[in-house]
């Protein structure tokens, strides 16, 4: 059976940082794997993306600030966050796709696998 678990996730003030992780069991994924987030009464939202190959895509809100990385080694996946703001107040998801469809995927709805999702909070 396949998981993604997420962790990394908690209470941070404006202009610190996090590092948000997911590991993935049962199943070696080749196809991207990325980040979501979801902030209450909002709809749910790309963040980062990251192929197998290393290239990675980012959401126009959080570019420069937030970094993704992957070790196919260990299936695991981060997000490391910085300078973050109030506005990055959200549930954090991780997404994990079998293969690479030959476009990213902004929408959430290709993605095979989910994680839970982690709690990040900012505080002013």
């Known amino acids: 059976q396949v998981h993604l678990v997420e962790s990394g996730g908690g209470l941070v003030q404006a202009g610190g940082s996090l590092i948000l992780s997911c590991a993935a069991s049962?199943?070696?994924?080749?196809?991207?794997m990325g980040w979501f987030r979801q902030a209450p009464g909002k709809e749910r939202e790309f963040v980062a993306l990251?192929?197998?190959?290393?290239?990675?895509y980012y959401a126009d809100s959080i570019l420069g600030r937030f970094t993704i990385s992957r070790d196919n080694s260990r299936n695991t996946v981060y997000l490391q966050m910085g300078s973050l703001k109030v506005e990055d107040t959200a549930v954090y998801y991780c997404?994990?796709?079998?293969?690479?469809?030959?476009?990213?995927?902004?929408?959430?709805?290709?993605?095979?696998?989910w994680g839970q999702g982690t709690q990040v909070t900012v505080s002013s």
């Open positions: 997404a994990a796709q079998n293969a690479f469809s030959g476009r990213v995927d902004y929408s959430g709805r290709g993605y095979d696998y």
């Open positions: 049962g199943h070696t994924f080749v196809g991207p």
């Open positions: 990251i192929r197998w190959s290393g290239n990675t």
